[in-house]
């Protein structure tokens, strides 16, 4: 063995994980390496994972890497992409309409952000044209992202010049001493995350009128180059404005807002008057269904939305008028495990419908809403078969409860009841965001959620949770947001200030995450989101709030309604 001092060599290998290696001049960008294989892939690579930390396509290759191009097919690459469409955008508008505000607010199910334009005039329908004319313009020139590091207080500086007062309340908790910028063009702002490198690579995107303002369309993973037609989303969108509503009243709309106010001892004051909102919404919901007299309830939304808390809360405010529903679990209605159809992967999708025995199902319900006596079946989740369960027989005029993923979907129950039941859809549908550019996702709400809980009721580990994520966002995709708009109610379950109260809990699991595990990763983008709060003590948190669902200690996890 002969070893000694060399000079480099002017090339350097990037090595691919289908064993494939790419040569080219040490330094160059790791872009210009994939291009070379960028026809490989379905969808536009936009980034890279380089020895197990993503990069944008700018970072140069100084040394013999590992490669893993990130495409839009990925959700790590469909978030650049969006993030990078809203920095269009914001730049857009401002050339524009320099004297209006843009808000980048909530996300909708087919591919889009709502967003709406304060301090002037919504726009019209021939000012929306322009907007997008402009930003397509924009694309063709294909006008580069320039990242750069700068002192905090060249950014302070910066956005005081332009009137950002979200972004400089934000920043008063920034930790380190430096902001990473984006600019193009005579503009710069900061984005949480990575981008493309240009605004050539926006190639995908339509603009729409709605009313209180507007959507942006970006295409989903399943088809990254391509825009789903837009359905109409009027209770999504009310429930936004609701949202909007509860935060002027708390006067807190980003999370410098909510800093300020935890700093300021407002802490408790936050928590009362967000929970007095959340029991006034199930009180207004309760009402309803007693107006509309229905005999069945059905509660859905997608994981960690707070469908149990929920479901018991709104329970306590039916009881509280002198109605007292029956709970039935449509967990106990799974067909056999053997029967069970497969998923694309081969193996028992149990988020599937059919799996579901909806005949037995509308059999039942047919029976027990016509006062008969009815013989329930048990499934037994260790064997995987289904078994005799109770029997029951309700009064005259008590209602059914059915909480399950499928409780928008219009083959659930009979038709004879359908028109008759009350649907309500529960789920984090809109967040407090960073500021009015950076909007935080209420999917990483959700899954910040589901990791605490995970951690204290199963023994998951962080890497566990965030593995698995993925196949549970497939299964909503698929099962529960095509009929979100069935609801006769939206209940957003978010809390202004639930992400200081996790963030304590959550932070600890995420820096457990390995450094080679592949969700090492989806860890370091959530520690580096859980950065903006401040910490909130759990205990201002009363015991029947849906953050004690994931928190623990909730006082309704053992509520039962008597069935005497």
């Known amino acids: 063995m002969s070893i000694k001092i060399v000079q480099p060599n002017k090339e350097v290998e990037l090595h691919l994980l289908d064993g494939r290696v790419l040569s080219g001049p040490r330094g160059a960008q790791v872009g210009e390496f994939l291009k070379m294989v960028k026809d490989d892939f379905k969808a536009p690579i936009v980034a890279a994972i380089i020895n197990n930390e993503i990069h944008e396509l700018t970072f140069p290759i100084e040394i013999e890497s590992y490669c893993q191009p990130v495409s839009m097919g990925t959700a790590d690459g469909a978030r650049i992409y969006r993030r990078s469409l ?43 044209d322009l907007l997008k004319a402009h930003m397509r313009r924009l694309s063709r020139e294909d006008h580069a992202f320039i990242r750069r590091e700068v002192p905090i207080q060249e950014a302070l500086d910066y956005f005081k010049q332009r009137g950002y007062e979200d972004k400089l309340r934000l920043l008063e908790y920034r930790r380190k001493d430096y902001l990473t910028m984006y600019s193009v063009l005579d503009q710069m702002d900061y984005m949480h995350g990575y981008m493309v490198p240009s605004t050539g690579y926006l190639k995908w995107f339509d603009l729409r009128l709605v009313e ?12 990254p ?75 859905a939304g997608p994981s960690s939305s707070g469908k149990t808390t929920s479901s018991r809360r709104l329970a ?7 109605i007292s529903p029956y709970p039935l679990e449509l967990d106990h209605y799974f067909i056999d495990r053997s029967n069970t159809p497969l998923g694309e992967d081969g193996k028992p999708d149990f988020e599937n419908l059919e799996a579901l025995d ?46 399950g993923i499928h409780g928008m979907n219009p083959r659930l129950i009979p038709d004879l009841w359908s028109g008759t039941a009350f649907r309500v859809y529960v789920s984090a549908l809109t967040q407090i965001n960073l500021d009015r550019h950076n909007r935080v996702s209420t ?50 379950s978010a809390l202004v200030y639930e992400l200081s109260a996790l963030k304590p809990l959550a932070e600890p699991l995420l820096r457990q995450v390995q450094y080679r595990a592949p969700e090492y990763i989806e860890a370091r983008r959530l520690l580096a989101f859980l950065e903006w709060f401040l910490p909130l003590d759990a205990s201002l948190i009363p015991a029947n709030s849906i953050v004690r669902e994931f928190l623990g200690e909730s006082g309704l996890k053992d509520f039962k309604i008597w069935r005497g």
Not at 212 to 223: N, V
Not at 316 to 322: P, V
Not at 467 to 487: C, D, L, M
């Open 443 to 492: 999917t990483d709400t959700r899954l910040i959620r589901r990791m605490v809980r995970d951690a204290r009721e199963r023994g998951y580990s962080a890497t566990q949770t965030i593995s698995r994520w993925e196949s549970v966002r497939r299964g909503e995709k698929r099962h529960i947001f095509p009929y979100q708009e069935n609801a006769d109610v939206m209940f957003n």
């Open 225 to 299: 180059t391509e825009l789903e037609p837009l359905g109409d989303y009027p209770k999504l969108i009310s429930t936004f404005r609701q949202y909007g509503d509860w935060l002027t009243r708390l006067n807190i709309d980003n999370v410098g807002a909510l800093n300020d106010a935890i700093l300021s001892g407002r802490a408790d004051e936050i928590v009362l008057v967000s929970e007095a909102l959340h029991e006034q919404n199930f009180a207004d919901i309760a009402q309803q269904i007693e107006k509309k007299n229905s005999r069945i309830i059905l509660i």
């Open 316 to 322: 306590i405010q039916l009881l509280a008028r002198g």
């Open 86 to 128: 809203v920095f269009l955008l914001e730049i857009s508008f401002s050339e524009l309409f320099p004297k209006g505000r843009l808000n980048i607010d909530h996300s909708i199910s087919s591919g889009g952000f709502y967003c709406e334009v304060t301090q002037r005039e919504a726009l019209s329908e021939k000012e929306l």
């Open 358 to 403: 909806l005949t037995r199902l509308a059999q039942d319900i047919e029976k027990i809403l016509g006062g008969e006596k009815v013989q329930l079946p048990r499934f037994n989740f260790k064997s995987g078969m289904s078994e005799t369960g109770d029997v029951i027989q309700l009064k005259d005029g008590q209602p059914l409860i059915l909480e």
């Open 212 to 223: 209180g303002g507007f959507l942006i369309q970006f295409p989903r993973r399943h088809a």
